[in-house]
């Protein structure tokens, strides 16, 4: 499958649902060191200067090893197909799974960034910062009940350096 490079401002779909709705996989890591794991919560938007997404990312999650030992990361869109194969790398970990050989999601390597070649959108990201979450900041109660085992999430910030649609 191959892709052409848009620009994010075309998006023909809500960021909201394409992230909330669809889902998507947060991907990091090179060649024979990369793993990829399902999200639903995030945002895309404007910092700085910059277009940017925003992703969460809990503590024990596997796949946050590989965003901290790389520059780059990735999401990966799929229009609300995949959702079995989505839902496999959203409960099991690459700790102790192969999540490509389990779904058969392939990688596309590209200049310190892995994304899904079966997506429909892909967003290509240079991480640029990250905030772990403090529940000091928590002024509706209710979120805290997202933390039963003081997970806090950290979100990373990460510049949108390629927006790619399936060709
Ligand atoms: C629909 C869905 C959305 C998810 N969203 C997130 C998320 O935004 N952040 C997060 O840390 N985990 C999220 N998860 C959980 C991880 O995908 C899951 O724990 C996964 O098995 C982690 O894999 P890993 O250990 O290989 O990184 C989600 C799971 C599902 C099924």
Known sequence: MKFREIDIRGLKESPVKLISDDWALLSAGKPGEWNTMTVSWGGVGELWGKDVVFAF???QRYTREFIEGSDMFSLSFFGGKYKK??????????????KAELTGFAPVFDNGAVYIRQ?????????????????DGFIDESIESNYASGDYHRMYV????????KA
């Open 57 to 59: 990312v809990r503590p």
């Open 85 to 98: 194969e989505l839902s496999l790398c959203g409960s099991k970990s690459g700790r102790d799974t192969d």
């Open 158 to 165: 990460g510049e949108i350096v390629k927006t790619l649609e």
């Open 119 to 135: 997506a429909e959108l892909v967003l290509v990201c240079r991480k640029i910062a990250f905030f772990d979450l403090n529940p």
